[in-house]
């Protein structure tokens, strides 16, 4: 297992994402973050990824799921932290799709250093 803190972490940006403040969640990410989105996008830095996050139509709710920490390499610095969450998408109040978004996160250094997410619709 990977450690405790990394995980911490992540719960740490969820609470400020649900929030959509942007500014508290910046400190969470390293300059050089890389972000894989699930529709293909690729970018590094945060303000690219808040960038995506505004140019986003829906407005969302979830529900965090699970969080584990994963290190795949105890020679190597940092840990993985996969997590999971039930959301649900609408739009001027109405449900436009639900889905379950899966998460990971490669936290050193007390930062994320790369980020990617899968989203499988659920009926």
């Known amino acids: 297992m990977g450690s405790e803190s990394a995980v911490d972490l992540v719960k740490a940006i969820d609470a400020e994402w649900a929030k959509m403040d942007l500014d508290a969640m910046r400190k969470f990410y390293s300059d050089t973050c890389v972000f894989e989105w699930f529709d293909g996008d690729q970018f590094q830095g945060f303000e690219a990824f808040a960038e995506k996050l505004s140019k986003d139509t829906l407005d969302y709710s979830w529900k965090m799921m699970w969080a584990f920490s994963v290190d795949d390499d105890a020679n190597a610095p940092g840990a993985w932290v996969h997590a999971g969450f039930d959301e649900i998408g609408t739009l001027e109040g109405d449900t436009v799709e ?10 050193q250094d007390d930062q994320v ?3 990617s997410n899968s989203k499988r619709l659920t009926p």
């Open 113 to 115: 250093q790369y980020y």
């Open 98 to 107: 639900k889905a379950v978004i899966e998460e990971w996160y490669m936290v």
